[in-house]
């Protein structure tokens, strides 16, 4: 079957660091992706991973085991903006039809 | 990139009737995807519309329930008929980027089901 897992929420402090796990299995791979979507709003690209390895973007980076079926996204420095929902997702071989994990709510507080 | 757009933004409808949602893309694409998010949930895909074939659905969506039209390589429209409350969600199109690129949302409509 195909499955992806993250923690459901997730609650940090204003100028911390949080890592969101996410781990997977599915039928083909050809690329991860992690979304961020405020409530009541579309999902919006973070970062894309198809190697191994580390993926920084600012604040945000996302790291990718293949052989491990494993992704975290970590998230630096935060604010309160960062609020939200953030979503992993698995992109299959030859159809770009894209798997969607629960999601992380995740709680900044001052 | 792509910008898309999707009508309504919102709607409040009665139990038994049908809503028609329609997707526009500023470019042609030949794949268009719908897909459904309940209150607190993620994203789960309703069907694949494919210019110029019938649209693929997912296990639990049918074309009775959902039917899809796709008359040209810039649009696409969702039906949900005859909707309960349990329809009640933000229903939402997307395209795929290309390979390695992120996939495009619209914002969504954001169906209540009286």
């Known amino acids: 079957g195909q499955n992806i897992d993250q923690p459901t929420e997730m609650t940090a402090t204003e100028g911390a660091i949080v890592q969101i796990n996410c781990t997977y299995q599915?039928?083909?791979?050809?690329?991860l992706f992690w979304y961020q979507q405020h409530a009541g709003e579309a999902p919006t690209f973070l970062s894309y991973?198809?190697?191994?390895g580390l993926e920084e973007k600012g604040r945000f980076s996302s790291f990718l085991s293949r052989s491990k079926g494993y992704s975290y996204l970590l998230l630096k420095e935060l604010q309160m903006k960062d609020s939200a929902s953030y979503l992993c997702a698995v992109i299959n071989t030859g159809g770009f039809k894209t798997i969607f994990g629960a999601g992380t709510r995740l709680f900044v507080k001052a | 990139s792509a910008v898309i757009s999707q009508k309504p933004s919102r709607d409040i409808c009665q139990r038994g009737t049908s809503l028609t949602i329609q997707c526009q893309v500023d470019?042609?694409?030949?794949?268009m995807f719908w897909y459904r998010q309940q209150p607190g949930q993620s994203l789960t895909l309703i069907a694949t519309?494919?210019?110029?074939?019938?649209?693929?659905?997912e296990s639990g969506f049918v074309i009775d329930k959902f039917p899809i039209s796709r008359p040209n390589l810039t649009f696409s429209t969702l039906t949900v008929s005859n909707m309960s409350p349990e329809d009640s969600s933000i229903y939402l199109c997307?395209?795929?980027?290309?390979?390695?690129?992120?996939?495009?949302f619209g914002p969504g409509t954001r169906l209540l089901v009286l």
């Open positions: 519309a494919n210019q110029g074939s019938e649209a693929t659905y």
């Open positions: 991973n198809v190697l191994d």
């Open positions: 470019s042609q694409v030949t794949m």
């Open positions: 599915t039928s083909g791979f050809n690329g």
């Open positions: 997307s395209v795929p980027g290309g390979e390695g690129e992120t996939q495009y």
